[in-house]
Nanobody, 118 residues
Framework: QVQLVESGGGLVQTGGSLRLSCAGS????????MAWHRQAPGKQRELVAT???????NYVDSVKGRFAISRDNAKNTVYLQMNSLKPEDTAVYYC????????????WGQGTQVTVSS
């Protein structure tokens, strides 16, 4: 059974930093991408950052230059370094992993709360 366990969320002041981690276990197959999404109250979930198996990264415009996604393939872990945090970054952050094992399977973590106070 695949499990994605997120950690690192919390309360931080504007301008502060947090580092989210998402550790995967029970994964059988090839991880083709790892990603972070977020959902703020009353808003739709949005894709924040992705990293492919080859290390290519993409970010939503609102976090470019402030957030950095990285991965440790040996540990099946993805990170999101968040710097210069703003109140509008407040959301539940979810990790998401795409695994090819025949078909493509999409797995999600349980979410971790990030709150940025003004």
């Amino acid at each position: 059974q695949v499990q994605l366990v997120e950690s690192g969320g919390g309360l931080v002041q504007t301008g502060g930093s947090l580092r989210l981690s998402c550790a995967g276990s029970g994964i059988i197959g090839s991880i083709v991408y790892m990603a972070w999404h977020r959902q703020a109250p009353g808003k739709q979930r949005e894709l924040v950052a992705t990293i492919t198996s080859g290390g290519s990264t993409n970010y939503v415009d609102s976090v470019k230059g402030r957030f950095a996604i990285s991965r440790d393939n040996a540990k099946n872990t993805v990170y999101l370094q968040m710097n210069s945090l703003k109140p509008e970054d407040t959301a539940v952050y979810y990790c998401n992993v795409g695994v090819v094992a025949g078909p493509l399977y999409n797995y999600w973590g349980q979410g971790t709360q990030v709150t940025v106070s003004s």
